[in-house]
């Protein structure tokens, strides 16, 4: 049951993956995928504080997100990221020790992002050992900001990454063929048990990193995946804005173990 401090981001989650939508069809949504313990009346009274925040938009058809909420989650997403940039810019992965962890905190994908790509894909390679991903779903590089795209073909000329996923579907094969154009070596499709419901993880050279996402973050990513029946029909703008929501947390811990990595790329090259 979530309370009703929480119905708010509930809200945008139900209207980032279907809009727009009746206030009655709203409640009725949070009553089944929440269960929530709050009245039709305060869910009501919620929609109209967010309309006048700015955060909804409403129209004969229903609520919708506002564009406008959008932007400027766009804008302190990018803010957000040039403060952590400068705050991990000390981070140097070849000053860990072995057996050493370092624990990171990122407020939605954009920055997890740049961290994945400007710190452990560039992680120090001398011996040129192949990068390893084990992930869920194939992460995409739609949405992402130019520093993304330009430094993913970097890390990709640096050294060979092959990128397992376990699941196998049209959309996820469709992500895998753009991150192949970008430089990638590898991307196998439907290796199970891979990745956890909540967590994938990276391996370059010593250094193990495992991401964890929050359970929302996670099911809205699996349907976004798994509900198109033709590639014609995914939906590109739910696809940006979940890419570009900076409400959810997420971690990545940074762990240097020769051994452990090398069972890794034993098991899955």
Request: one cysteine or more; a positive charge.
């Given at each position: 049951m979530?309370k009703?401090?929480?119905?708010?981001?509930?809200?945008i989650?139900?209207?980032s993956?279907d809009?727009?939508?009746t206030a009655?069809?709203?409640?009725?949504?949070l009553?089944?995928l929440y269960?929530?313990s709050?009245s039709y009346?305060a869910?009501?009274?919620k929609?109209k504080?967010m309309?006048k925040e700015k955060?909804?938009?409403?129209?004969?058809?229903?609520y919708?997100?506002?564009?406008?909420?959008?932007r400027?989650i766009?804008?302190?997403?990018?803010?957000?990221a040039?403060r952590?940039?400068k705050?991990?810019k000390?981070?140097?992965?070849?000053?860990m020790?072995e057996?050493?962890?370092k624990?990171f905190?990122f407020?939605?994908?954009l920055?997890l992002?740049w961290?994945?790509?400007?710190?452990?894909?560039?992680?120090p390679?001398p011996?040129k050992k192949?990068?390893l991903?084990l992930w869920?779903?194939?992460?995409?590089?739609?949405?992402l900001?130019?520093?993304?795209?330009?430094?993913?073909k970097?890390v990709?000329e640096m050294?060979?990454?092959h990128?397992l996923?376990?699941?196998?579907n049209d959309?996820?094969?469709m992500?895998?063929?753009t991150?192949?154009?970008?430089?990638?070596k590898?991307?196998?499709?439907?290796v199970?048990?891979c990745?956890t419901?909540l967590?994938?993880?990276m391996i370059?050279r010593?250094?193990?990193?495992?991401i964890?996402?929050p359970?929302t973050f996670?099911?809205l990513?699996?349907?976004q995946n798994?509900?198109?029946?033709?590639?014609a029909?995914?939906?590109?703008?739910?696809h940006i804005?979940l890419?570009?929501i900076?409400?959810?947390?997420?971690?990545?811990i940074v762990?240097?173990?020769?051994?452990l990595?090398?069972e890794?790329?034993?098991q899955?090259l």
């Amino acid at each position: 049951m979530i309370k009703e401090e929480n119905t708010r981001n509930k809200i945008i989650e139900i209207l980032s993956e279907d809009w727009p939508l009746t206030a009655k069809k709203i409640y009725n949504k949070l009553q089944r995928l929440y269960g929530i313990s709050v009245s039709y009346q305060a869910i009501h009274k919620k929609l109209k504080q967010m309309t006048k925040e700015k955060v909804l938009l409403k129209n004969e058809a229903g609520y919708s997100i506002s564009k406008e909420w959008i932007r400027t989650i766009q804008k302190n997403t990018s803010l957000m990221a040039e403060r952590i940039e400068k705050e991990q810019k000390g981070t140097n992965l070849v000053e860990m020790k072995e057996g050493e962890s370092k624990n990171f905190e990122f407020n939605g994908i954009l920055e997890l992002g740049w961290f994945l790509i400007d710190k452990l894909m560039k992680a120090p390679n001398p011996e040129k050992k192949p990068g390893l991903a084990l992930w869920r779903f194939c992460y995409s590089l739609v949405g992402l900001e130019e520093k993304h795209l330009t430094g993913f073909k970097e890390v990709c000329e640096m050294n060979h990454w092959h990128m397992l996923v376990e699941e196998e579907n049209d959309t996820d094969k469709m992500f895998g063929k753009t991150l192949k154009e970008y430089g990638v070596k590898e991307v196998r499709f439907g290796v199970k048990g891979c990745a956890t419901k909540l967590s994938d993880k990276m391996i370059l050279r010593d250094y193990i990193t495992e991401i964890s996402y929050p359970k929302t973050f996670r099911r809205l990513w699996e349907i976004q995946n798994r509900l198109p029946k033709q590639l014609a029909k995914f939906n590109l703008g739910k696809h940006i804005q979940l890419m570009r929501i900076p409400n959810y947390k997420m971690t990545a811990i940074v762990t240097r173990n020769k051994k452990l990595a090398e069972e890794y790329r034993k098991q899955y090259l």
